[in-house]
């Protein structure tokens, strides 16, 4: 029975081919547009969800006043922080401390390469955070000086095709750093980016770095939590230790506060842009219902022009003896032909604009895994919808009619 349901509405698809295309080009580009919009929804939505102990990782935000007037909020500091907080409260399980992007080169043999995002860490960054490591070791990648760890792509430009670990590399042409580990790209949707990451290790052997309490303000600070930790009673002990240690010592006058910052908030809240990020997240979320819904419309409204042609087939039907719902599923399996056609036409378009898509809307956007689930959930949901939605109300419409007004082609009356 379903097969002829489908069988009729391809005919009917075929024998007016015009109509069907308005219907599939306009369904069509309303579909790939809210997946567009949709895919950078969640693009942002997303970020650092990735990591393993993303609700139990935080980030350390400081606010600086003088006098009671606030004069600075940033989140970094020196480098001692974590460190020593760690040492003193029981609810910090471990810490990692992320210096400030620097520019740098590297060279290997002939291969000199620019790399924009050189970072510091600590050996604990990957068990605090879940970048993949595809060559060395996890546990000790970065607990010696000088040791060095490298993202796929730069890896790729120094080496080549050969295995980078246990190679040495010059850094700005004079510091040798032994290659300790490879990561793999880290994710568009990640606060935490680099090209490269030097044990925090080697700064102490740096002379030109100064690491105590009124060292500068260049390092993040992440924190991972027992569960369970009561955020202000920890707030309130960070005051005090930055009180004796920094305040009372380095400014006097002056007040330091810290703030524990979630990891999954990082982004829509923390950011320097995260209220223009928000704001967008909501206007381009209204946008898409409207596009959804303006599609949906132009579908019924289309469908409803050329449905006086259909008046005869359905006073045939009934005189055959076809019932009511009979024909309303015959209607409702046309709506759900032309929208899967229309789906499927949007993700041939959806993939053709994504570059460029990326490239307007300033967020780079993957189709991984997550991208692809969450992608294939929408469409799914919006062929439902569109299909059910439209469909139902043609569908209803014209098995309403009567065999009498069908055969001579009248619409019924009514001003709804």
Same mark, same amino acid.
């Given at each position: 029975?379903?097969?002829n ?7 009917h ?5 015009v ?12 579909i ?8 950078y $929804? ?16 935080y980030?350390v ?11 600075g909020?940033?989140?970094?500091f ?12 029981p ?6 401390r ?9 060279s290997?043999?002939?291969?000199i $390469? ?31 000086p ?30 040798p ?31 030109a ?25 920890l ?25 524990l ?25 209204i ?9 949906? $419309? ?14 005869r087939e ?5 005189v ?5 719902m ?12 032309v929208?899967?056609i229309?789906?499927l036409a949007?993700?041939?378009?959806t ?19 997550p991208?692809?689930?969450f ?5 799914f949901?919006?062929t ?23 055969f001579?082609?009248q619409?019924?009356?009514g001003?709804?």
């Amino acid at each position: 029975m379903f097969k002829n349901y489908f069988i009729a509405a391809w005919r009917h698809l075929k024998k007016h081919k015009v109509l069907s295309a308005i219907n599939l080009g306009g369904l069509s580009v309303g579909i790939a547009a809210v997946l567009l919009i949709g895919l950078y $929804i969640h693009a942002e939505v997303s970020y650092d969800s990735f990591h393993v102990n993303e609700k139990q990782l935080y980030r350390v935000g400081f606010r600086s006043s003088q006098q009671g007037n606030m004069i600075g909020e940033s989140p970094k500091f020196t480098a001692p922080f974590s460190a020593d907080a760690k040492a003193l409260f029981p609810e910090i399980q471990s810490y990692c401390r992320i210096s400030d992007e620097r520019e740098g080169y590297f060279s290997y043999q002939e291969n000199i $390469i620019k790399s924009p995002a050189i970072a510091y860490t600590d050996s604990t960054f990957f068990s605090l955070f879940s970048f993949r490591l595809l060559q060395g070791n996890l546990v000790n990648a970065l607990t010696q000086p000088n040791a060095i760890v490298l993202d796929e792509s730069l890896a790729k430009k120094l080496f080549g095709n050969d295995k980078a670990l246990g190679k040495t590399i010059l850094m700005n042409g004079k510091i040798p750093c032994m290659v300790t580990g490879v990561v793999e790209n880290v994710p568009a949707n990640s606060t935490v980016h680099f090209d490269a990451l030097v044990s925090f290790s080697s700064l102490y052997h740096d002379p030109a770095y100064f690491m105590d309490w009124n060292g500068g303000w260049q390092y993040e600070h992440y924190l991972l939590l027992s569960q369970n930790t009561s955020l202000p009673a920890l707030e309130k002990k960070f005051t005090a230790l930055l009180f004796t240690n920094y305040n009372q010592k380095f400014d006097p006058s002056g007040k330091v506060e810290a703030s524990l910052q979630p990891m999954n908030k990082l982004h829509l809240y923390f950011d320097d842009n995260a209220a223009n990020t928000r704001t967008n997240l909501y206007v381009f979320g209204i946008i898409a219902l409207l596009i959804l819904l303006t599609s949906a $419309i132009n579908y019924v409204n289309i469908s409803m022009a050329g449905a006086s042609e259909r008046f005869r087939e359905i006073g045939v039907r009934k005189v055959m003896g076809a019932a009511r719902m009979q024909l309303v599923k015959q209607f409702m399996g046309e709506s759900q032909l032309v929208t899967v056609i229309a789906m499927l036409a949007a993700v041939v378009i959806t993939v053709l604009l994504l570059p460029l898509y990326s490239q307007l809307s300033g967020e780079p956007m993957q189709l991984n895994a997550p991208e692809l689930w969450f992608a294939g959930m929408l469409l799914f949901a919006m062929t439902i919808g569109i299909s059910l939605a439209s469909g139902s109300y043609l569908a209803f419409f014209l098995s309403s009619l009567k065999p009498a007004s069908a055969f001579k082609a009248q619409i019924p009356t009514g001003t709804k």
